[in-house]
């Protein structure tokens, strides 16, 4: 079993279409919860991150954790065509080394 | 500041050539990590670094080796270059604090091909 499992999809919505996108867990450990944007050939950029459980939001993005059941979720309202890109999920305990655990990745195609 | 960065952006291989993947970052950032992305996968980690002259082993360290001589530069060397190892390389940094999330900072990647 993978330490975090994400729906590789490709999704795809159209625009102004509300986006659920989830990744599950295994290790307890985790208490730093990110979610990164990739556009095409490009490196990962930070969208979000929560410390432990709870909502955070951000304009049109909302991240959710859930630790009892090891479940993280971003929501995206009134997607746009520039929302297209994979987003990944990644975690990380309070280890020294910061590491990050990522998700495979959900490719999201916004249709205009 | 430039932030990340990698050279070169692609470059193709034949199988037992060597090549070093450059990564320097201007932000004075402490850790530094080296993942590698296959196709339809996530980031896997390679190795990182702590500090300068500090490397260790990520989870898919084998077929590599690190070094840091300075703050800014964390160059990955490919010894033997083999098949499994075409892959996109990203380098990333961070900035440590305690009891505080800090975001690692990715650079563009470099494409590699081994054929």
């Known amino acids: 079993q993978k330490e975090v499992e994400q729906d590789p999809g490709p999704l795809s919505v159209p625009e102004g279409a509300i986006v659920s996108l989830n990744c599950t867990y295994s290790n307890s450990a985790f208490q730093y919860f990110m979610w990164y944007r990739q556009y095409s050939r490009k490196g990962p950029e930070l969208l979000m991150y929560t410390y432990s459980s709870g909502n955070k939001e951000d304009g049109r993005f909302t991240a959710q954790v859930d630790k009892s059941s090891k479940y993280i979720s971003l929501f995206i309202r009134d997607s746009q065509p520039s929302d297209s890109a994979t987003y990944l999920c990644?975690?990380?305990?309070?280890?020294?080394?910061?590491?990050?655990?990522f998700g495979s990745g959900t490719q999201l195609t916004v249709l205009p | 500041n430039a932030g990340v960065t990698q050279t070169p952006k692609f470059r193709i291989l034949k199988i037992g050539q060597s090549m070093t993947l450059q990564c320097t970052q201007d932000m004075n950032h402490n850790y530094m990590y080296w993942y590698r992305q296959d196709p339809g996968m996530g980031l896997k980690l390679i190795y990182y670094?702590?500090?300068?002259?500090?490397?260790d082993k990520g989870e898919v360290p084998n077929g590599y080796n690190v070094s840091r001589s300075t703050t800014e530069d964390f160059p990955l060397r490919l010894e033997l270059a083999a098949p499994s190892q075409t892959s996109v390389y990203f380098c990333?940094?961070?900035?440590?604090?305690?009891?505080?999330?800090?975001?690692?900072?990715f650079g563009p990647g470099t494409r590699l091909t081994v054929l």
């Open positions: 990333a940094s961070i900035l440590t604090a305690p009891s505080s999330y800090n975001e690692q900072f």
């Open positions: 670094s702590v500090g300068a002259g500090i490397t």
């Open positions: 990644a975690m990380s305990g309070t280890g020294s080394a910061r590491q990050l655990t």
